[in-house]
């Protein structure tokens, strides 16, 4: 630097050869705060691997709990979230100095923290719902495996069928069913089960009379509270979901309750009987259900949104299963229902669902948001509505709708989702026998 000085100090012009001399002190400079900055941002504490509770934190003092664990995969630093059996990867995991940005495979969700002294963390959990963002203050604490706690001996075991009622508002109840096992610790897994899906893997705890049973996966985030009255009724209940939404609910023990039929969600209008539709998927191209690829096939239509986590259970099932029939004469083609009519924005919410599963069927973007009224009249008029997400239509080989479903039990309702995948190949192994 003294030569630079000794140029100031003169106060003449500069030459060429000044120049030169400068532009080699500028490099040296520059290199030396790209070595500093390398140095700080190394001296930046990492991330733990191991064990974490995470906690979402709302304005009423309510608690949404759930673990995760930090490890290194391929060299690159991931999470799993974990809810009861399913361990949920998230590979979008970066880190500047003792910031940290994490950003869920789907929903439009992530988490903007910092790495603080102790090591633990803190910062907004963010969702993006459209237009509208939603932020919950989040913190999590390393070497944590407990959910809720467990300080009180269970004064029941609730394991087993419950009959459930949500309440909906203005005197409508919505009939679910709560499926859980409780073990002798007092840890409980399980789920509730609705006409248009379940509530995924749930997990939580039972202590003294107190119930709380929650899940996380970026596009759900709730915790269930209740009070034991015995070991046939449970009082006091809500659900918390998000920053702000709070439902109260009832259950009670019943071994035979059933669900009402989904098939009411969906229907064919009178004198309907086949789909006509074209949209462009999110590859670019524009197809149509006329079109000679689902000539003489069993086309399975799927009617999702990336939004909804059902459809992502859904949309794993169906991308295996097109994988191991293909090749029998199935064809698979994804409606989606996005949160906006554009193209490029729900593309780009659609394409991470598609990379995730390795979906090899095409996903349509309908351009009609999913919060559109006149969604059903817009896209497929042939039907009297679409209440229900995921609903998946069945057309056999002669172009004419078999079966409507709505609603999927996913892998978190067990012997459930085994009874689904079994009805629904049979179902479609007796279409494929049929002539075309």
């Not at 085994?418 to 026998?433: A, D, S, V």
Request: glycine share 10%.
């Amino acid at each position: 630097m003294q030569e630079l000085s000794e140029l100031y100090m003169k106060g003449r012009c500069f030459t060429s050869t000044d120049f030169t001399i400068m532009q080699k002190i500028y490099r040296y400079f520059f290199l030396i705060l790209i070595l500093l900055g390398s140095f700080v941002a190394s001296q930046a504490q990492r991330i733990k691997p191991g064990i974490w509770q995470g906690v979402l934190q709302r304005p009423d003092g309510q608690q949404i709990i759930f673990n995760f664990e930090s490890a290194t995969l391929k060299g690159r630093p991931v999470l799993y979230v974990i809810n009861a059996g399913e361990r949920l990867l998230v590979d979008d995991v970066r880190q500047k100095g003792d910031s940290l940005w994490i950003r869920m495979p789907f929903f439009a969700s992530g988490f903007a923290l910092k790495v603080e002294k102790n090591g633990n963390l803190k910062g907004l959990y963010i969702k993006s719902y459209g237009a509208r963002k939603e932020e919950i203050p989040f913190y999590a604490t390393h070497g944590v495996a407990e959910r809720y706690p467990l300080n009180k001996p269970a004064v029941a075991d609730i394991s087993g069928r419950w009959a459930v009622g949500f309440n909906a508002g203005n005197g409508k109840v919505q009939q679910a069913i709560g499926e859980f096992a409780q073990e002798p610790g007092g840890r409980i897994t399980g789920t509730f089960l609705t006409p248009s899906g379940d509530y995924r893997y749930l997990e939580g705890s039972v202590s003294g009379d107190s119930l709380h049973l929650s899940g996380f996966d970026g596009g759900h985030a709730f915790v269930f509270t209740a009070l034991l009255n015995d070991k046939d009724s449970i009082g006091q209940a809500a659900v918390y979901s998000g920053l702000k939404a709070t439902q109260s609910w009832t259950a009670r023990r019943n071994d035979t309750v059933q669900l009402p039929d989904e098939n009411t969600y969906t229907k064919l209008r009178e004198g309907e009987s086949r789909l006509n539709f074209r949209f462009r998927a999110t590859s670019g191209e524009w197809v149509s259900i006329n079109d000679a690829r689902y000539k003489n096939k069993v086309v399975i239509v799927q009617l999702l949104g990336s939004w909804c986590p059902n459809c992502m259970d859904e949309t794993a099932y169906l991308s295996d299963y097109y994988t191991r029939n293909k090749a029998r004469g199935v064809e698979i083609i994804g409606l989606a229902y996005e949160r906006t009519g554009d193209f490029e924005a729900s593309r780009k919410a659609l394409v991470p669902f598609q990379k995730r599963y390795n979906v090899k069927y095409p996903f349509l973007v309908t351009g009609v948001a999913v919060s559109d009224e006149r969604r059903t009249e817009k896209t497929l008029p042939q039907l009297e509505s679409i209440k229900a997400f995921p609903t998946s239509i069945v057309i056999d080989k002669k172009g004419t709708i078999r079966k409507i479903h709505s609603g999927f039990n996913g892998p978190g309702t067990g012997k459930h989702y085994e009874e689904f995948k079994k009805e629904f190949e049979g179902f479609i192994g007796e279409l494929l026998k049929e002539p075309s």
